[in-house]
């Protein structure tokens, strides 16, 4: 299998090579240049198996240049009961009106960006290891994918995480998660500024093409193709725990942002799963909401970009849709190179004439929440008996339950555990109600923490970098 750019000016590359890079060079995202077919023996082979050997078999279509004895190795180191607090991994329950809950939350930082990072540290070592090359990763967080990052680096041969964060904006839990890692190869900055001034720095750093090379800097953001391909697993686990044969088919409820997470439902779909509908949940920012209404695609501006109570929804455009409207135009780079020169130019663009083919051929419908719709759901939900479900699960739940159609079998898809956002949990439903902690993170906030405080400069984080690396 080979990997090719959305905007179609880049070498074709293999899937260890797509691993370690970020944007391809044109600007565009890399894909597989055809996507691999299931058919109904394989799905009959497969709904039997465990969470890891079914991850071995869906994402050896796509890591076709690891050999597959390797590959296992990778996937039954990443995806543990130990780590994921059960042999399930992603277990499914059922909420009172037959709603569908896939718990994607359960390994390290109680983010479903553990599923795709703890198999990306792993695949990482190894290709590393293989090529006898070293990583240092430099990213920007304002809480779960910088956590989720470290999680699944530390103690990892031949890399290094240098993560800004921006000092003090973020929740104790939070802070204490990342701050406490003790790991030789783990290093929190926190910046002196806010996080949009941690992403500049970031970018900083970047266009400096030598400190760059010299220094093997690279990322881990949500446009890797190495965490999409991960993620796809998942979709293929959650049909099989939810239905009772391959006739059947399923929806998926996806609380979106970057598009990450249900560009990989898109995928599983065009590879033969029997997925009926993709519900993209947003919150108030709602730039995904309204393409999949009227076909118009504009994001917005940092000022435009609200601060909300379902945080990791918190995004003014979306960088995976770019793979989506590249299956949409049939893999058109020259128009995917044209409407994003209009993204870039800040108007945007409109596809209303494909809204059609958006329902019926590939099934995308959405719907949006606002502050009072996810602690109205919170409430709901608690109040039926079916326990505690977080903000962003709760908008999922919500779009779930305002599209549901009769027969559809939805599963909505959990992406955080309530211990990880207490203080809107008990904004909805008042502070007697105790929010559970997964019993590892029992006294997270009082362990010691490991962090450097820099001034919100480029310079001062790569002298950082230099001398740990030195
Ligand atoms: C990252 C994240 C999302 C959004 O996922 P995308 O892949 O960006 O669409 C939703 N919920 C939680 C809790 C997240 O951490």
Known sequence: MKYISTRGQTAPKTFSEVLLMGLAPDGGLMMPEEYPAVSETMLERWRGLSYADLAFEVIRL???DIPDADLREIINKSYTAEAFGSDDITPVRSLKDGIKIQGLSNGPTLAFKDMAMQFLGNAFEYVLERENRSLNILGATSGDTGSAAEYAMRGKRGIHVFMLSP????????????YSLQDENIVNIAVRGMFDDCQDIIKAVQS????????????VNSINFGRIAAQIAYYFAGYFRATENNRE?????VPSGNFGNVCAGHIAKQMGLPIRRLIVATNENDVLDQFFKTGAYRPRTTEHTYVTSSPSMDISKASN???FIFDLTGRDTDQIQALWAEVASGKGFDLHFKLDEIRKEYGFVSAKSTHADRLATIRAVYQDGDGL??????????????LREPGETVVCLETALPAKFEDTIREALGSSVAVPR???LDGLESLPQKVITAPNNAETVKTVIREKLA
């Open 321 to 323: 849709f770019e793979r």
């Open 62 to 64: 796509f890591a076709t």
């Open 208 to 219: 400096d093409a030598r400190f760059k090379e010299q220094y093997q800097i690279g990322t």
């Open 249 to 253: 088919t399923v929806s998926f409820c």
């Open 167 to 178: 000092e003090g904006r973020m929740s104790p839990f939070q802070r204490a998660q990342m």
């Open 389 to 402: 479900i977080d903000p962003h699960t709760a908008d999922g739940v919500k779009a779930a339950r305002e």
């Open 438 to 440: 997964p019993a590892k």
